[in-house]
């Protein structure tokens, strides 16, 4: 088909079909604390025209830090208007927390206690949004705990002072969009000097410190396990409508498409776009 006769194509649909959203952004990346999940959109009943192409982000999780530089934030995904604020990184060593989606944690600290980062994820373009805040990292002494980043379903656990474990990651949020219940933006785990008294990854994809989020479920990565942080997930996007709808004119980014309890539903692990 050439591509004038593609334009006649969409331009012949018309009109307007409701569909369900769902946009996740990138996980922080882990400093000497837990990594926020990346802000978690959801929306019901969206109003979506006919023969128009929709933008898709989805963002990047945030690269890892150490025990002694901060981790990066994750990048926003975005659907139409409504965006997903990438994820908190985790802090360096006896820093405050950093703000993003869901709060990045401060590392570890002997100079006093260190505030977990604020989450910056609110309602979106028509969408509700769900973010958390990241622990508080306590003056301490060895094993210098350290907290965890927040989540999409709760904020990151704060460690008491010379607790030999770190805190873990606030927990995820679930979603039944694909038709089954799955977590998503999970927090990830504060760092230690020993690698075995980490803080846990928080459902959703968070991972324990050292561990990095899991690819496309925003989780937040894991605060540094000795000397190192872990990269946050990447984001996702997923969109559905009911199946007596036709097929999408056309999309670009390669999402996945199935076709379950009366719905289409098309979601994407990288950039792209949908034209209904």
Avoid: C, H
């Avoid at 837990?34 to 929306?43: F, L, R, S």
């Avoid at 609110?122 to 301490?140: D, E, I, K, L, Q």
């Avoid at 396990?225 to 990447?234: E, L, M, Q, R, V």
């Amino acid at each position: 088909m050439t591509a004038y006769a593609m334009l006649l194509g969409a331009a012949s649909r018309s009109g307007t079909l409701s569909a369900d959203v769902l946009v996740i952004a990138g996980g922080g990346g882990g400093g000497g604390g837990g990594a926020g999940a990346g802000g978690y959109v959801e929306q019901t009943g969206r109003t979506v025209s006919l023969g128009v192409a929709y933008t898709v982000t989805v963002g990047g999780g945030g690269s890892a830090g150490t025990n002694a530089i901060d981790g990066a934030n994750g990048s926003n995904s975005v659907f139409d208007t409504i965006t997903a604020n990438g994820g908190g990184a985790g802090a360096k060593d006896n820093s405050n927390g950093i703000n993003g989606g869901s709060g990045g944690a401060g590392g570890a600290s002997s100079t006093g206690n260190k505030t977990g980062g604020a989450a910056t994820q609110g309602n979106s373009g028509g969408g509700t949004g769900y973010g958390f805040a990241a622990g508080n990292s306590p003056g301490s002494s060895d094993p210098y705990p350290a907290a965890g980043g927040g989540g999409a379903g709760a904020a990151g656990a704060s460690p008491a002072a010379n607790a030999n474990t770190s805190g873990a990651g606030g927990a995820g949020r679930a979603s039944s969009i694909t038709g089954s219940s799955v977590t998503y933006a999970g927090g990830g785990g504060g760092g230690n000097s020993s690698t075995t008294n980490v803080g846990a990854g928080g459902s959703g994809g968070g991972g324990a410190g050292g561990v990095p989020g899991t690819a496309n479920t925003g989780g937040g990565g894991g605060g540094a396990a000795t000397t190192n942080g872990a990269a946050g997930g990447s984001g996702v996007v997923i969109i559905r409508y009911l199946d007596s709808y036709e097929a999408a004119y056309a999309t670009t980014g390669s999402p996945t498409v199935t076709v379950t309890g009366g719905y289409r539903i098309y979601k994407w692990t990288s950039s792209g776009s949908i034209t209904f």
